[in-house]
């Protein structure tokens, strides 16, 4: 089938919804993990969320070779398939092992659709303009889904604790509107978009990616407990993470502009710091009001950070290494949300979590902050003649 030149409204919506699916896989169940721990009767909440981040850092390879040998239209519809198996039959596992193993493979089954959707919007879209602005309506879209399935799987939450898990079969729509709707690269473009040669990866910025997640999911999973002796419930809790995830939304509309009067790295550098205040009230015994502020500057946090490392990946990459360097990038983020897992099981935590967290984002705020002022130092100390 031949590009289509101009990819349809229809195809943008489902791909943004694909991209939702990213940001569900961990945080639909949030609210009521403690709940959904004891139903499953797994001794860890914090590894029912962070597992399937560990299923996709282990499953991107798979999927990549996927893509190369069947395409990405193939490897997003068996991704879209498992997805909603997988995690629509949590609540009739129990025990460790299977339903571990079940929350891994759910994570298997997120790279293919997370690798399988960006690749296709990389492939439909052609022009790289309009391609760059559907991959920053895709962070959007990731966004705002934070916000409906946080709230939505609160509100179900307090229903039942197995209510949750049936939002995962949200891909099984998503998968017949992509058998019945969605057009297939032409061979052409997957021809373009093959990569060659060996790619130089931005270090700095994967390292910038993965204290963002980090840094965001250690809030994810210790603001439920600190807002329960705050007296809030499952919905509460919910609303609450959702609202942080809306601030995020707004945040991340502002950031061009930002980027434009701050550059690259004073927006990480502004990114960082708002996560740093952040922690700074929730650590306190401070009044709801504060951890309100604080959820909106965590907001601030991500939704300044995530999506321009989208954009910075993008911008650097020759056309040939896009894939790579995305999914390189993926890796990162969820390797951030992983290892928050490991910050719930410090001592003291959320506590110690929590200031783990502070310091982390003021030295990196700080290494942005001297990149950001390096250039203008060098100017000053520069000769006449070198000006």
């Not at 939702?20 to 590894?47: D, F, R, Y």
């Not at 990569?195 to 999973?221: K, N, S």
């Not at 959702?242 to 509309?253: K, Q």
């Not at 897992?341 to 502070?358: D, K, M, Q, V």
Request: hydrophobic letters at 55%; proline letters at 7%; one cysteine or more.
């Amino acid at each position: 089938m031949p590009d289509a030149p101009h990819p349809s409204p229809l195809a943008a919506v489902l791909l943004l919804l694909v991209a939702c699916l990213t940001i569900m896989v961990g945080c639909v169940i949030v609210p009521g993990v403690e709940q959904a721990a004891a139903g499953l009767k797994v001794g860890s909440p914090g590894w029912l969320v962070t597992l399937p981040a560990l299923g996709v850092i282990l499953g991107s390879p798979l999927a990549g070779r996927l893509i190369d040998r069947h395409g990405a239209y193939l490897t997003l519809a068996m991704g879209l398939a498992a997805y909603g198996l997988l995690g629509a039959a949590g609540p009739l596992l129990h025990g460790p092992a299977p339903v571990y193993l079940d929350r891994l493979l759910l994570g298997l089954a997120t790279a293919c659709v997370m690798t399988g959707g960006t690749t296709l919007i990389a492939r439909l879209w052609r022009e790289p303009a309009a391609r760059l602005r559907m991959i920053a309506r895709q962070g959007m879209a990731i966004e705002l889904g934070g916000v409906v399935f946080l709230a939505l799987g609160g509100w179900l939450a307090t229903l039942d604790w197995r209510a949750p898990f049936l939002l995962y079969l949200l891909a099984w729509p998503l998968l017949g509107l992509q058998l019945a709707r969605l057009p297939r690269p032409g061979a052409g473009a997957a021809r373009a978009d093959h990569p060659t040669g060996p790619v130089r990866r931005p270090l700095g910025l994967l390292a910038t990616a993965t204290a963002a997640m980090l840094i965001f999911f250690i809030g994810v999973l210790g603001l439920p407990v600190r807002l329960g002796t705050a007296g809030l419930d499952s919905a509460g809790i919910g609303l609450f993470l959702s609202f942080t995830s809306l601030v995020a939304v707004c945040a991340a509309s502002q950031m061009p502009r930002l980027v434009r009067g701050l550059g690259h790295h004073g927006v990480y550098a502004l990114a960082f710091a708002c996560y740093a205040a952040a922690f700074a009230l929730f650590t306190g015994e401070l009044p709801l009001a504060a951890r309100v502020a604080g959820g909106a500057l965590m907001g601030c946090g991500f939704g300044l950070s995530v999506p321009l490392l989208n954009h910075h990946v993008i911008e650097t990459s020759a056309p040939g290494e896009l894939g790579r360097q995305l999914a390189a990038l993926a890796l990162s983020l969820f390797l951030g949300q992983f290892l928050a897992a490991f910050a719930e099981r410090l001592p003291g935590a959320p506590g110690t979590g929590f200031a783990l967290a502070i310091l982390l984002a003021a030295l990196v705020a700080s290494a942005h902050l001297y990149a950001r002022l390096r250039p203008a130092r060098r100017l000053i100390a520069a000769s006449p003649g070198d000006r």
